[in-house]
């Protein structure tokens, strides 16, 4: 996301620029107020916001205990009611996959009767997005309840459990590895590509692998693991 953030503002450069000038204040809640916005945001793109260049905005990223995981802003160390949300929120997704698991029902339907049931069941969508505060506001809340969309509950400062974060975008960076892109319509044109060429059980492992990490947070009682 941060490259094509950048390719859409023609900026090709995968460097950082530090900015000339002599430096502005800023006040910490600013910059706290935009990464509950989007976490996801450089030290290019905050620093740009802030009027700031990238070395004030990591110096005090630092002073406010965060660190970059799966390229979001999270806390070095996660408050207590963070941790319980974590855990709790799993807990929670580990009882539903439980009860209903996830995509496609693990045998085919064998005749006409099963096929409508399956269809019946399965005709819905899941709906799995972080907590930015674009994503929760009320509009789009009221929006999703029209859709009558099944959304998944998701913990704050938890982009080890988002398949967009720990699989997708990770994935897609392998392939961008040492290439320059010189408009942003050649960039366009080269995600369109490498989404097109991945295959249904590509992304479909990047959902599946959800119970597993899920797990792997509530064995550490809502901390991050390794």
């Keep these: 996301r941060d490259w094509f953030r950048r390719f859409k503002s023609n900026d090709f450069e995968l460097e ?6 002599a430096p502005k204040k800023f006040q910490d809640k600013e910059l706290e107020q935009l990464l509950d916005e989007d976490p996801s945001q450089t030290l290019s793109e905050l620093g740009k916001i802030l009027q700031v260049d990238e070395s ?9 205990g965060m660190i970059q995981k799966q390229e979001h802003w999270v806390p070095y160390e996660l408050k207590p009611r963070d941790v319980e949300r974590r855990f709790g929120t799993c807990e929670l997704l580990l009882q539903r996959q439980k009860r209903k698991g996830f995509l496609m029902h693990p045998h085919r339907p064998q005749n006409q009767i099963s096929m409508l049931l399956y ?5 819905k969508v899941i709906l799995l997005h972080d907590n930015a505060r674009p994503h929760v506001a009320k509009p789009v809340k009221t929006y999703l309840e029209t859709l009558k969309w099944e959304v998944l509950p998701h913990p704050l400062y938890s982009p080890d459990i988002a398949p967009s974060d720990f699989y ?3 994935s897609m960076a392998h392939g961008l590895a040492d290439r320059r892109f010189h408009s942003y319509e050649e960039a366009q044109k080269w995600i369109d590509s490498w989404i097109a060429s ?5 992304f479909r492992r990047g959902i ?3 119970p597993e990490r899920w797990s792997k947070v509530v064995e550490s009682d809502g901390k991050y693991f390794h």
Excluded: I
Excluded at 16 to 21: A, F, I, L, Y
Excluded at 119 to 123: I, L, M, S, T, V
Excluded at 198 to 202: L, R
């Design 16 to 21: 950082d620029k530090e900015r000339s000038g």
């Design 119 to 123: 269809a019946q069941r399965h005709d």
């Design 168 to 170: 997708l975008f990770r």
């Design 198 to 202: 991945k295959d249904m059980s590509f």
């Design 56 to 64: 004030t905005v990591s110096k005090r990223l630092k002073g406010l």
């Design 208 to 210: 599946h692998v959800l």
